[in-house]
């Protein structure tokens, strides 16, 4: 099989980190998370940190507007006057996601990937999900001292993160199937079973 990639969103609390980490190791490929944030930081030469501040999330302000600031290439010249921007971290992160894809197999989580590799060939666009009452149980098994209320307003909250960003960078809806070849209900499934569909669907989709 050629080399592919797989990109995977995922809910709040539906165990989607813990799948790609399974994937990864299944597959033999390696996987990348916040292991960007500091590719990213490498290239740019801006701190680490500033990425961290922006991973997968956007101001107040930013909510506001309807895909403002939609992806649109390459990185601004460090003379630029937004060079540490938060448009401009993600135009890097975006550029690394690419640089990777291209590199060889690999499995990308988050940060928009599935757009960003729309065009990109041997690309497989996973996203997870899972009733509320599965999210709460597995949140509850890392968040002891929260309250089922808290538990809720948190993934509510993330989601939201998620999904402004989703919408800022690409003006896209973040849970539309349109963007995804693959949607997998892993509290139906459990990890390993998303684990074994996605592999199963790799040579399907890539000969």
């Given at each position: 099989?050629?080399?592919?990639?797989?990109t995977v969103?995922?809910e709040?609390?539906?165990?989607?980190?813990?799948i790609t980490?399974k994937?990864?190791?299944?597959?033999g490929?390696?996987?990348?998370?916040?292991e960007?944030?500091?590719?990213?930081?490498?290239?740019?030469g801006?701190?680490?940190?500033l990425f961290?501040?922006a991973?997968?999330r956007?101001?107040?302000?930013?909510?506001?507007?309807?895909?403002?600031?939609?992806?649109?290439?390459?990185p601004?010249?460090?003379?630029?006057d937004?060079y540490?921007?938060?448009?401009?971290?993600f135009?890097?992160q975006?550029k690394?996601?690419k640089?990777?894809?291209a590199?060889?197999?690999c499995?990308?989580?988050?940060?928009?990937?599935n757009y960003?590799?729309?065009?990109?060939p041997?690309?497989?666009?996973?996203?997870?999900?899972?009733p509320?009452?599965?999210?709460?149980?597995r949140v509850?098994?890392?968040?002891?001292?929260w309250s089922?209320k808290?538990?809720?307003?948190?993934?509510?909250?993330?989601?939201?993160?998620?999904?402004g960003?989703?919408?800022?960078y690409?003006?896209?809806?973040?849970?539309?199937a349109?963007?995804?070849?693959?949607s997998?209900?892993?509290?139906?499934?459990?990890?390993?079973?998303?684990?074994?569909?996605?592999?199963?669907?790799?040579?399907?989709?890539?000969?």
């Amino acid at each position: 099989m050629e080399n592919y990639v797989i990109t995977v969103a995922r809910e709040s609390g539906s165990g989607g980190h813990n799948i790609t980490r399974k994937l990864s190791a299944t597959l033999g490929i390696p996987y990348y998370d916040r292991e960007l944030l500091r590719l990213a930081s490498d290239v740019s030469g801006i701190h680490e940190g500033l990425f961290g501040i922006a991973d997968e999330r956007i101001g107040v302000k930013e909510m506001l507007f309807a895909a403002g600031h939609a992806y649109s290439g390459e990185p601004l010249p460090p003379d630029s006057d937004d060079y540490v921007s938060t448009q401009n971290l993600f135009r890097f992160q975006a550029k690394i996601i690419k640089e990777l894809a291209a590199q060889g197999s690999c499995i990308i989580l988050g940060r928009c990937s599935n757009y960003l590799l729309a065009d990109h060939p041997n690309v497989l666009r996973v996203f997870i999900h899972a009733p509320m009452e599965a999210r709460i149980e597995r949140v509850a098994s890392f968040s002891l001292a929260w309250s089922r209320k808290e538990m809720i307003r948190h993934i509510r909250e993330e989601d939201k993160r998620r999904a402004g960003y989703y919408h800022y960078y690409t003006g896209l809806e973040w849970r539309d199937a349109g963007g995804y070849d693959l949607s997998l209900d892993s509290a139906q499934l459990g990890e390993d079973g998303c684990v074994a569909l996605i592999r199963q669907a790799l040579p399907l989709f890539f000969g």
